[in-house]
């Protein structure tokens, strides 16, 4: 890289816009591939980044091998046989339903349809960082707001709001990275006593692996807000890219006006059709799932560490000390071929997180964490 | 679709920015599955988007089938592999490369990263939309200039640049929709020329297709110049969605200041890699497209048309009237199942453009054009 930097600094070039000179080049995460790559690692258990190990359906697989040959041709643009499966499956419109290149992408485009330079957008300190990230890179303001007891504090974050006239807030129910959550009845209050014209963006990643009661109904004729999901998570496709938002015909279809229409990929669109059909499938995920977790609670409980509930595919699990010492367990994992990451935010950094990963990987974490524990308390 | 805009009509809702409210809700290209959904026809031949009908490589719908199962990873953010197999294949470094979501990707992020609402973008009457489609959406003006005897005007984009002071100009070598071309030295006077701060686009897609001399040596010590490739095109991938652009450092990195850094997908990885590695079969694509790019000359001919000369894997066709004759080409083309689309700009519009397809999808077009000319002459 440097040689060509040298290079290049020789040379006038092109200037970037004001705003776009502001901000850095980033990659909002490290993959394990890079840790691999710059530390001369194998991870031996990949329990960083909420991927379901338990993999994708074989009806997927099967899927996905079919349409290879496919490859050829240009991606429906309106991906509509996807749509009007989800509008199925979710009892809406198939207009009510736009999807796009993981919930990352739909939150860019959000950003950039409803906050403009200087526009207000309100998030908690600690919560997803991609989101701020486009917030940032679109010019609007981020307004954070603290957790409370390891959850996103609603009451702050309506507080927040009003404050600020905010244009768009950010609620991710269950949340990441905590786990935490809150039940349908205290979310739809949250949306209802929220201004008419302040977008909700309620990110329900997670949704699929809560506990009955936790996801509102999604009512398309009854205010501002979209629900974000995602394959990624309990369908076990994050590396094929597809989210999809849920709201009224009038916010799902702005997206129609930004966005770059072939960005899922005819692969990808076939693939997500075909996990969304095997409704089975995931439900046989969501029990792995379940158990993954009682087992890492059971680890972490063993190693006198305090695991929080969770309504997610991870658990963050209190070190008991400050972040600098989660960080350093963090680190002694990761020299023992253990991939796992952390909340950054004061005091949501004395927790790691962890992934509910096969029994394979839960049986590394198991041998790894005394011994990580002990490295971190020299 | 009506009623759930009834439905939201009756709602109070956030508004979108002054710039995302102005712009029209919009799909830049009709899909041919669109077209077959709304007609209710089934085309024979696929013949309208310049796609490989020759299909991928057979290494690369091996590698798609052998990461299905790993799909429950994320992609990895750095494209890390790609372009260290990108960058050995041009001679750059692999910091002089960016991978993005297809041309349309990228040519997202450089009006984003390059042009602020208000700055001058240059382009030609009639060339790619899509990329119209971003400028606009971002605000910027576009400043477009005629073609001159179908072929992009370098002297009029060159005058175009200087009268407006444009941060961008946009030029496809060879060019689409006409399949005509400017050779090596042309392009790189051209860029010479240009104000060393205003940004060469120069989108090289059907590249591969290009006699010897045509495309530009990559130089990206020598201007600022963003060469834009895709595996859409001759690599036969255009339903996985990659393209990439190579030009000097602090060009290429600043796609991470925006881009959706898991936009790519592990399986379009994945097929990416493969399809660079077999060369073999790119050079059989290209012979085999050359041989049907003849035989799609030979039914022009044949029928009293005109073909223009191509260096891409499609042929522009003089139907010999006017614009609205050529619609009528293509109407009766849609109607005997034949997918082409044309050039909409003045003068350009005589012309319908087509694919250079399967023998099989050929010898559907050799039947049906001579009955397509009678309807549209009635």
Not at 21 to 40: K, N, Y
Not at 195 to 201: C, E, I, S, W, Y
């Amino acid at each position: 890289m440097a040689q060509s930097r040298i290079k290049a600094a020789l040379m006038p070039l092109p200037a970037l816009t004001p705003l776009a000179a502001s901000l850095p080049e980033t990659v909002p995460f490290v993959g394990p591939e890079s840790i691999e790559r710059t530390r001369g690692i194998r991870f031996r258990a990949r329990l960083g980044a909420n991927e379901s190990s338990f993999g994708p359906s074989p009806a997927v697989i099967a899927a996905i091998a079919a349409a290879a040959p496919e490859s050829w041709k240009y991606c429906d643009p309106e991906v509509f046989d996807l749509r009007q499966a989800l509008a199925r499956h979710h009892g809406v419109t198939p207009d009510e339903v736009s999807v796009g290149e993981g919930i990352d992408g739909l939150l860019g485009h959000c950003i950039r349809l409803f906050a403009a330079p200087g526009d207000v957008v309100v998030t908690s300190i600690g919560a997803y960082p991609t989101f701020n990230y486009h917030v940032t890179s679109f010019g609007a303001r981020l307004h954070a707001v603290p957790y409370r007891d390891d959850r996103e504090d609603l009451d702050a974050l309506l507080a927040a709001v009003r404050e600020t006239d905010a244009k768009i807030v950010y609620l991710a129910n269950p949340d990441n990275p905590m786990g935490t959550w809150w039940d349908a009845d205290a979310v739809t209050a949250f949306a209802d006593a929220l201004p008419p014209t302040t977008l909700l963006l309620l990110d329900e990643a997670y949704g699929e692996f809560a506990p009955p009661g936790t996801l509102p109904p999604i009512d398309t004729g009854r205010g501002s807000v979209l629900h974000l999901r995602t394959f990624s998570k309990a369908y076990g496709l994050a590396g094929l890219r597809c989210g999809y938002a849920i709201g009224p015909g009038p916010l799902t279809g702005a997206f129609n006006r930004v966005r770059n229409h072939f960005g899922v990929s005819s692969i990808t669109q076939a693939a997500a059709l075909a996990a969304l059909a095997d409704q089975d499938y995931l439900a046989s995920v969501v029990t792995q799932t379940g158990a993954a977790r009682q087992r890492i609670d059971t680890i972490a409980r063993a190693n006198g560490l305090i695991p929080l509930p969770s309504a997610t595919n991870f658990v963050a699990v209190d070190c008991g000390r400050d972040g600098a010492f989660a960080q350093n367990v963090l680190n002694a994992l990761t020299d023992l071929g253990v991939f796992i990451r952390k909340p950054m935010a004061p005091r949501l950094d004395r927790c790691i997180r962890i992934t509910a990963g096969t029994d394979a990987m839960l049986n590394v974490l198991e041998t790894a964490l005394p011994e990580a524990l002990t490295t971190a308390r020299r």
